[in-house]
């Protein structure tokens, strides 16, 4: 196989979930009416939880721009990444996903283009998000808009890895929506997306610890840093490490003869 054959395949499975999604408009309001609602509403709230007055602006600029933005923004990766994974149970499902995985090509290249593409959606609709808070005059850095790109990349390859294993044990398609809902909300509610970890340690250090060692957590901070223009190599070496164990468990778990596929009876 040529690096042309993979090049054609990769943009195929990219092209064929950029259609999807601009065909599918419902798909596009519905991810940001949930970022935007806690945006507009519920931010209000967490800023009197966290005792900030709402004048001077100096206070309410760093609750919106510093804490609740980078944390909407990895709720829109990681909402994103399980609907990603619900699309590969649904073609599971009709067989257009059995067909891709028979195709010459390594399957754990074709896993990582279908990552890719769930990935630029996600990166599409975060870009979006932030021009709308931009009205909202919740601004950034303007070079932070472009040291966020890296970071979203690699934030969402490994939200939408972790979605991409969950997705190998789901048969059928009724049952992923409670995994989704035992993944997301624990992930989301225990991790510094709304809260500063300090926060959570005068209440709990328990859950400030789950909080710390929480991939969701550090996607969070790496965005966070990069928003405006540092470096967290903490955050970075974290999240990379998650994708990779993430990943490589989701190519196993496709495997039809090493992983969950072959306990289900059938192959992907």
Same mark, same amino acid.
Request: aromatic share 18%; charged share 10%; with cysteine.
């Given at each position: 196989?040529?690096?042309?054959?993979?090049?054609?395949?990769?943009?195929?499975?990219?092209?064929?979930?950029?259609?999807?999604? %601009?065909?599918?408009?419902?798909?596009?309001?519905?991810?940001?009416? *949930?970022?935007?609602?806690?945006? =507009?509403? =519920?931010?209000?709230?967490? *800023?009197?939880?966290?005792?900030?007055?709402?004048?001077?602006?100096?206070?309410?600029?760093?609750?919106?721009?510093?804490?609740?933005?980078?944390?909407? +923004?990895?709720?829109?990766?990681?909402?994103? @990444?399980?609907?990603?994974?619900?699309?590969?149970?649904?073609?599971? &499902?009709?067989?257009?996903? *059995?067909?891709?995985?028979?195709?010459?090509?390594?399957?754990?290249?074709?896993?990582? /283009?279908?990552?890719?593409?769930?990935? @630029? %959606?996600?990166?599409?609709?975060?870009?979006?998000?932030?021009? +709308?808070?931009?009205?909202?005059?919740?601004?950034? $850095?303007?070079?932070? #808009?472009?040291?966020?790109?890296?970071?979203?990349?690699? /934030? @969402?390859?490994?939200?939408?890895?972790?979605?991409?294993?969950?997705?190998?044990?789901?048969?059928?398609? &009724?049952?992923?929506?409670?995994?989704?809902?035992?993944?997301?909300? $624990?992930?989301?509610?225990?991790?510094?997306?709304?809260?500063?970890?300090?926060?959570?340690? &005068?209440?709990?250090?328990?859950?400030?610890?789950?909080?710390? #060692?929480?991939?969701? /957590?550090?996607?969070? &901070?790496?965005? *966070? =840093?990069?928003?405006?223009?540092?470096?967290?190599?903490?955050? =970075?070496?974290?999240?990379?490490?998650?994708?990779?164990?993430?990943?490589?468990?989701?190519?196993?778990?496709?495997? $039809?003869?090493?992983?969950?596929?072959?306990?289900? @009876?059938?192959?992907?």
């Amino acid at each position: 196989m040529s690096f042309l054959h993979y090049w054609r395949a990769m943009w195929g499975i990219v092209g064929r979930e950029l259609w999807r999604f %601009v065909t599918q408009r419902e798909r596009f309001i519905s991810a940001l009416v *949930r970022p935007l609602v806690w945006l =507009f509403v =519920f931010a209000a709230g967490f *800023r009197a939880a966290l005792g900030l007055a709402i004048t001077p602006p100096y206070e309410t600029y760093i609750l919106y721009e510093v804490y609740i933005t980078p944390g909407l +923004i990895g709720m829109i990766q990681l909402f994103n @990444g399980m609907q990603s994974s619900l699309s590969m149970v649904y073609d599971r &499902e009709m067989g257009s996903m *059995r067909i891709l995985m028979v195709c010459p090509l390594p399957r754990w290249f074709l896993l990582l /283009s279908k990552l890719l593409a769930g990935t @630029g %959606v996600s990166i599409l609709q975060v870009y979006v998000f932030l021009a +709308i808070a931009w009205f909202y005059d919740i601004h950034a $850095p303007w070079q932070g #808009y472009l040291w966020i790109m890296p970071t979203l990349l690699l /934030s @969402g390859l490994m939200l939408g890895a972790l979605g991409l294993l969950l997705s190998s044990f789901i048969k059928q398609l &009724e049952n992923f929506a409670g995994v989704m809902n035992f993944v997301i909300f $624990p992930m989301f509610f225990m991790s510094t997306a709304l809260y500063p970890l300090w926060k959570m340690r &005068e209440s709990s250090v328990f859950l400030s610890k789950l909080a710390e #060692y929480n991939p969701f /957590s550090q996607a969070v &901070e790496m965005i *966070r =840093f990069a928003l405006y223009g540092q470096f967290d190599q903490q955050a =970075f070496i974290y999240t990379l490490a998650a994708f990779l164990i993430f990943m490589a468990a989701a190519i196993i778990g496709y495997n $039809p003869s090493k992983g969950m596929m072959v306990k289900k @009876g059938g192959a992907a």
